[in-house]
């Protein structure tokens, strides 16, 4: 009975690791298939992706192909704007003594700016200064929280865990208790000779001393294993013991820190929003900072390159900059412009000045002897025909019986006859 019994735990040992290596199989063709989906719907997404930036690259070609006509007409009207700025630049050279000009203006902003930069820079150190102590008081508060915290967890978690530890032992030894009856047990029967049931012959030849001996050094090594591990058990349940009292302690204890550890906590909390908000205040005003001096370096260096440009422009005959050029331009313009505002303007007064002078402006009023009114004024003079040539007739008033000029007909009118026009006589 035994033999087969050692056969069949054989078997079943054998049917076991054939199960788990089918379970490994099982899993690693499931893997398999996994990165097979995953490859699978990769190539799909590598595909569409592909597929969209053809369409995009396609979009792109058409868009660009366009460009370069819209671009092919600006380049030929450069030409022709380069052509006519190369005329007015031959008398703009003249002009690089205002330039000049600029240019120290220019250069005593730098100095300006400068001087700016150097006070940034000091704002900044003390800034950096003032957040790496910052930074060190908020690791100190943030290690108490952590430890404080950390205790108020440890106490809260302290309290279920002593109820499960406790059930835990009592589960435990109510088994080691069944365990020990089932032992007993079935050693009282199977050390009992009285039950003549049990009593049987066994078959087969009986094993020599030196394989009696080998058994017996197996099963002695199996009960040492067994031994073994029931100290061990012994061992974990006086440990288990141990920890639950202790935990006890600790709770018992934990109740009377409670409260202290709560008022502690709510202070670091309130002191660490504190220095928090003090915290993101100073990073904000750094920020700016940082923003400003990296604008203004920039800008700094924007500034030298133009210089350094403008400089060897100036040397090899040229216009210093575009944008001088550009300036310049505007001046022409903007002098112009007022060269011919004071023309009209002392052209204005001229007419002014001779009498009977009438100005239309833009919104259709009409201005005579300074009065501003919607009427047009009627003649009072008339030109003569000439009666030599080149002579210029002197006008003649109309004086106290002026022609008058009727208003304009309206649309009832087109039903009548227009009449002669005669012509007029003094």
Known sequence: MKEKLKILSNEIEILRHEIMN?????AKKRQENTAAYAQRDGAKNEANKLLATYREKRDQMAQHLSRIETLNTLINAAEEDML???????????DRNAAGVHLLDRNDELCILYERLNLQQSTLEKGEKELADRDDEIHKLELIAANVKRKVELGKRNVPEVRRADEEVRRLEEEVEMVRREVAELSARMESPEDA????????????HKELVEKIGRLERVLADKEEKLLEKDLILEEVSTLTNRLKRQTLEGRSESHEVSAKLNELARRIKHVTKAMMAKVSELSMHQALAMGLYQEKCEKEALLEEARARLQSGEVPTEQIERDFIRAEKARIRREEELRALRDKREREAAGGFVEIE????????????????????????????GELPIPKPYGAHGPFRPQEHGAQFRHFRRPVIKPIEI
């Open 22 to 26: 089918k379970d490994r199989e099982l």
């Open 84 to 94: 006519n700025l190369k005329t007015r630049y031959e008398s703009a050279v003249r």
């Open 197 to 208: 049931k049990r009593c049987r012959n066994l078959g087969g030849a009986d094993p020599g």
């Open 362 to 389: 833009d919104d259709k009023y009409f201005i005579y002897n300074d009065v501003r009114t919607t009427a047009e004024p009627r003649p009072n003079a008339y030109i003569p025909d000439a009666h030599g040539l």
